[in-house]
C-alpha cells in the first residue's frame, strides 16, 4: 500500500499538495537514489508525511519543506491561515534548485490596484513562460481575474480548476482545501475524455 502524503491538511493551521514538475531529468536521480540510498535526500511523499507528523503549524512545516532536499523535481503548494500565507516550492532533485514564491509576491503582478491575492502553479515553473503547446497558467490567470478575490469560493475555484485547459488527460485528481475553514478537504478523481482535452 501508499503510506506517503500526496494531499494534506491540519485543520486550521496549513493544508499541502504535491504537484508534478517537468524537468529534463526524467528519473535519473530516481534511478541513483535506489541503486545508491542514503539518508539525506528524501522521497518527497515521506518527506511530507513525516512533516505533518512533526509540525503543527505553518511556519515550521514551511521551513522543514523548505530545509530537505528531495530526490525529484516537484512543486509543493502550502496555503496557511492568515493573511499572506501561502506558497509555491519548486525543487530540483537533490536540491539542484530551489526557488520559494510567496503571497506577498503572488498575483495580480505590477497591478497598482489590486493587492496580491493568489498564486497559480501548474507543472512548469513559475518564473519561466510555459510552453505554448500546454499553457495552462494564462487562461487560468484570466479566469480568476474574472471571477475577483471577494467572487472566490468553493464552487468558482472548482471551476477554474476542472475548466479545459486546467484539467488535462495527466490530471489525476483535483482538491479544494482550505485550513481556515476547520479543515475543509474534498478531492474529485479525474479523467478527461473529451475531445478537447489535451495530452499532457
Keep these: 500500500g501508499f503510506i506517503g502524503l500526496h494531499t494534506g491538511i491540519k485543520p486550521n493551521e496549513y493544508s499541502l499538495s504535491i504537484d508534478t514538475r517537468f524537468d529534463n531529468n526524467y528519473d535519473k536521480y530516481l534511478n541513483e537514489y535506489f541503486n545508491n540510498p542514503n539518508d539525506e535526500d528524501q522521497l518527497i511523499v515521506m518527506a511530507t508525511r513525516v512533516g505533518f507528523e512533526m509540525y503543527d503549524n505553518y511556519d515550521d ?59 497559480v502553479q501548474t507543472n512548469y515553473d513559475n518564473w519561466e513562460p510555459p510552453p505554448v503547446w500546454d499553457d495552462r497558467r494564462m487562461p ?46 474534498k478531492a474529485w478523481k479525474q479523467y478527461c475524455d473529451v475531445k478537447e482535452c489535451i495530452p499532457w
Design 61 to 119: 512545516m514551511v521551513k522543514y519543506m523548505r530545509d530537505t532536499p528531495m530526490v525529484c523535481p516537484a512543486y509543493v503548494i502550502m496555503g496557511g491561515v492568515k493573511e499572506y500565507e501561502g506558497v509555491v516550492m519548486t525543487y530540483g532533485p537533490n536540491m539542484t534548485l530551489f526557488n520559494e514564491w510567496d503571497m506577498k509576491n503572488g498575483l495580480p503582478r505590477n497591478n497598482t490596484n489590486i493587492e496580491p491575492y493568489y498564486l
Design 140 to 185: 487560468a490567470e484570466l479566469c480568476i481575474l474574472e471571477i475577483g478575490q471577494k467572487g472566490m469560493g468553493y464552487y468558482s475555484m472548482y471551476n477554474v480548476l476542472n475548466g479545459i485547459p486546467n484539467r488535462n488527460r495527466l490530471t489525476t485528481f483535483t482538491a479544494l482545501m482550505s485550513a481556515a475553514d476547520n479543515g475543509y478537504l
